[in-house]
């Protein structure tokens, strides 16, 4: 913006991008004096927003912008602070998250003995019989050299059904009364596409189950949690993401309970975040009878993609692989679902006008997956059908070739190499440069995204940004550097490739006229600092649709 123009010529010259008649256009707020990183290319810095109705109206100088406010418009000096676009987590669990921080013993300890301690005060808090359930158990986090077991569980807590969900959400241990209650005993063969753990030595239940072989003890969970409780866990972790200056999530495994929860936090007023809806591939058949696709909704609930799941996850070393794991020659992980089972729901959603989005973490997973997609496009060729590779982690030239050609959309984990550089052992040094590949993306012309995958992976922004530039862990280990990207484009990948992900790209993602008022304003300037200390830049504010959703 260079021209001065008065208020009234100004706005008629943005006409063209406002959503209002002009007579009632009232600017109502303006940010002035700041480091505004649009994400626009046409415009990268600015030094004022004007903002009215949830929308910028305007981006540019303060020259441009001050004396556009009336009497009734506020003004915000940003005093030099650096503003982003919102965040745009593209692949995450807060709906599910929410409800398990209300109701479960969160396991993110660091000791055997202190998770014992965790579950013994909630079964004493919970009737006899009960069950005791927690999550975000990281095998790899605690000092003890080893996994859980089942006599572990069942020294802490013998009077209550106890099932603990790893950190990744693909296995779970359990105690014994857990596994009487789901009928699973010693000689329980494995079910298709899952595991069930014993001791080598004795053949006796060691406690773990992983993928499918969940679904036997989920059905033995009676489901109590009210509509009210998927309410409260979507405030709960609207409040939690705010506070990194997330504006957006994609909702990766979503459910209709998760969509009526996520309709009805926003109706209370306690939606924080725009929620992109995924449905789990199991309530599809409902979802196309009553006639949803994906992107029906508005600019904060919004239907999703249809989601399937082909492989196992990174960080519990069950995503399938070509070559075996580091140490482990015969474990090349697991398929969860049959390519035909993946084809014959992906067409159904294909021929309705979903978006589709497969987990695929492994080579093999992604290879399945893309030729599943192929086939359909093939098939049945649909303009812009935007296929979505969840996580898309291990990589080769000929995958990248692929994506790219079918125009679709990887959101590799963000956060892992800075979080969870513990586990990166099990995959190699070769093989890590060929994980989280945002370099090979980018480079190809792909649009990758940002995504925590929490409750697996952690969800703050800053950290992704960190990872993403240095690929250093926590204790300075370098992973994969081959796959080091700028911090210019990390930023780019959180903010408008989010946006194009959900097919919102005109609506969010940089900070123009006409887009929606989410932003962060941060501490201190990214692309001043340190890239190894940017996880320390506070965020001080976040706004989404104009109003402050969080204020240090
Ligand atoms: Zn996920």
Redesign the pocket.
Known sequence: MTINPGRREFLASIAAVSLFPLEEEQLELILHSGNIVTVNSREPRAQAVAISRGRILAVGSDADLLHLGTANSRKIDLAGKTVLPGFIDA?S?PAMAGVMHLRMVDCDLRSISAIQAALRDRAAKTPAGEWVLGFKYDDTKTSDGRSLKIEDLDAAVPDHPVQIEHRGGHTAYCNSLAFQKAGIDDKTPDPAGGKIDHHPATGKLNGRVAESAREILDKAIPQTLTRDDHREGVKLISKMLAKTGITSAHE??GTPTDLLAYQDAHEAGELLYRAYCFINYRYIDSMIAAGVRTGLGDEWVRVGAMKLVCDGSISERTARLSTAYEGRPNDFGILVMAEEELYSYGRKAHLTGWQIGT?ANGDVGIDTTLRVYERLQRENPRHDPRFRL?HCTVINDDLVRRIKALGAIPTPFSTYVYYHGEKMKYYGAERLNHMFALRSFLDAGIRATQAS?YP?GEFIPMMALQSEVTRTDTKGNVWGPKQKITLEEAIRVGTINGAYASYEENLKGSLEAGKLADLVVLGRDPLKENPSTLISIPVERTMAGGRWTFEA
Request: no cysteine.
């Open positions: 692949h669990h990766a495994q987990h969840e995958d697996p």
